[in-house]
Every structure is written in structure tokens, then in C-alpha cells.
């Protein structure tokens, strides 16, 4: 247990050394690329772009509470999950990157589901999101690791797999999500980085004109780029990470002022899209029953725990 704890803190403190030193390079490279003239000079359509595609990433938070209820095998109204969903999903700006995760089980104890299926779905989440990621992102990640890029798909068909497989050998108590619900919710989350990595392209495009910029490798750098914020610990959102990380794969198609000002501007755009994707949210109503009281019994179940 003593190793453990340890570990953990170790784990942190790598991610803070890692988001301090990401932020510092963003920073950098802002700069030294004098990326703000690029922006002021550009500032009307840069924000008619912004405004337009932070509502498309918004609308597109739907894909992600889709997902989360065919994982979940959830029976009730679509609105319900995407309420919860929606309503949590904001929270991933909080210091720490968990607490969209603790919403859910605080709040997904409404939709009918115990604590254990709550936590398990969060997992195969996480697994699936990882796997899909892997996959779009190897046309990018071979040109910086070679052949060894090409393990990244079997991998991540083996995580796949076993996401199907792993449900049924956990002890009874929920209904597992079969192979067609886990391709389902692995459908909806291969759109979402298409959208995403589609956002990225239009902002390159508005910024930088002619560019050697392809949708295709948009995608695959916002899937790595992604994939980077996620498995850094501590990284509230991906903040820094995934900026540093798409500098870096855009050189080369942009710029170097061109690549930190569509870095920034995306961050943007996914930041206010997810308060878009909020405020949707909190039109839809919660299920009966997910009221103050309700949460407070929930959080008492998870501190029992």
C-alpha cells in the first residue's frame, strides 16, 4: 500500500514536471513565432471561425454521451445519459482531470445504474478512447517512431477485443455491454476525433490559407495529440500537453507561426465548445430523483468505498 501511495505521488509529480514544462514551451514558441500578428492580423475570421466551430465541437459531446450509454447498456431515455454526460463533462477543467469521472457516479446513480457498472464503464471508456486514438493517430506517430508506429494498431485491436471480452469474466451484479453495443460506442468515438481533427483542418485552413496540411493528418494529430493530454497525469483537459504535442506534429504542414496559432486557437474552440456542449446539457432534464439528496447519498457510497 506504502508503494503504492508512493507511486501515485511520483505520478504526479512527473505530470506537474511535464504540463509546467509543456506550458513553458507553448509559451516559447509563441513567442518566438510572433504568433499574436498572425492572429491580430487575421482577427475577424479568426473569430467568426472560432465562434462556429466551438458550437460544431459542442454538438458534438453528444457523440461521447452516446457512447457512454451503450457501454453502460442503458435502457432509459437517451436524454438522461446525455444530461448527465453533459453536465459533468465540464468538470475535467477542474485541478486533477477526475472529477467529470466522479460526477458521473455521483449522478449516474439515477439512471437506474449500481456504483461498480458506473466505474467499469468509465474504465472501458477510457480503453476504448486509448484504442481508437492509437489507431488514427499512427500515419502521424510512424513518421516519428518508425515501424515500431505499426504496433499501434494490433494493440489497440487487442484492447478492443478484450473490452469485449473483459465484462463478461467480472463477478454479476450488471449487464455487461455485448460486442455490437462496444462497436457502437467505438463508432461514436472514431467520429468525435474525426470531427475534432476536421476542426483542426478548417482552422489551419483559416489561418493559414495553402497549406500541406491534409484532413488525414489532421485527424491523426489530433488523435495523438489527444492521446498525449490523457495519459499524462494531472493534466486538467490535456492543458499544455496537447498543445506542445501538436505543435510539434503540424511542423512541417504549418509554419511555425501558423502551428502555435491553430494549437492556441483550438484550445479555444474545444473549451468553449464544451460549454457549449454544457448549457445543451443543462436544458435536458435529469432523471426523477437526481436531486441534492441523491448526490449526497452517492458521494457517501463512494467515501464507503
Not at 461521447?64 to 444530461?83: F, N
Not at 486509448?130 to 494498431?153: E, I, K, Q, V
Not at 474545444?270 to 426523477?288: E, I, K, M, N
Request: charged share 10%.
Amino acid at each position: 500500500m506504502r508503494a503504492l501511495r508512493h507511486g501515485r505521488r511520483l505520478a504526479r509529480w512527473l505530470g506537474g514536471l511535464a504540463v509546467a514544462g509543456s506550458l513553458g514551451f507553448v509559451g516559447l514558441r509563441l513567442w518566438q513565432s510572433d504568433a499574436w500578428a498572425l492572429a491580430s492580423g487575421q482577427l475577424a475570421p479568426l473569430l467568426a471561425a472560432v465562434l462556429g466551430l466551438a458550437l460544431i465541437y459542442g454538438l458534438s459531446g453528444f457523440l461521447l454521451s452516446a457512447a457512454w450509454r451503450q457501454i453502460l447498456v442503458g435502457q432509459g431515455p437517451a436524454r438522461g445519459y446525455h444530461a448527465v454526460y453533459g453536465r459533468t463533462q465540464i468538470a475535467k477543467y477542474l485541478p486533477g482531470n477526475c472529477f467529470h469521472i466522479v460526477g458521473r457516479q455521483v449522478l449516474g446513480g439515477a439512471l437506474g445504474h449500481p456504483q461498480g457498472a458506473l466505474a467499469l464503464a468509465s474504465l472501458l471508456e477510457a480503453v476504448l478512447l486509448l484504442a481508437l486514438a492509437a489507431m488514427l493517430a499512427t500515419p502521424l506517430a510512424r513518421s516519428w517512431l518508425g515501424d515500431w508506429a505499426l504496433l499501434l494498431p494490433p494493440a489497440a485491436a487487442g484492447a478492443l477485443a478484450l473490452s469485449c471480452a473483459a465484462p463478461r469474466l467480472l463477478p454479476a451484479g450488471w449487464t455487461p455491454p455485448g460486442p455490437l453495443r462496444l462497436l457502437q460506442a467505438a463508432a461514436c468515438y472514431g467520429a468525435f476525433f474525426i470531427v475534432a481533427g476536421s476542426l483542426l483542418w478548417l482552422l489551419a485552413i483559416t489561418l493559414a490559407g495553402e497549406t500541406r496540411l491534409t484532413p488525414l493528418t489532421a485527424v491523426s494529430a489530433l488523435a495523438l495529440a489527444w492521446m498525449a493530454g490523457f495519459v499524462v497525469p494531472g493534466s486538467s483537459a490535456g492543458l499544455g500537453v496537447r498543445e506542445t504535442v501538436l505543435i510539434l506534429a503540424l511542423d512541417g504542414a504549418l509554419d511555425a507561426q501558423a502551428g502555435a496559432t491553430v494549437a492556441l486557437a483550438l484550445r479555444v474552440v474545444t473549451t468553449l465548445g464544451d460549454g457549449v456542449f454544457c448549457a445543451l446539457a443543462l436544458r435536458l432534464h435529469l432523471p426523477p430523483g437526481a436531486d441534492l439528496s441523491l448526490q449526497s447519498k452517492s458521494l457517501g457510497n463512494l467515501n464507503n468505498d
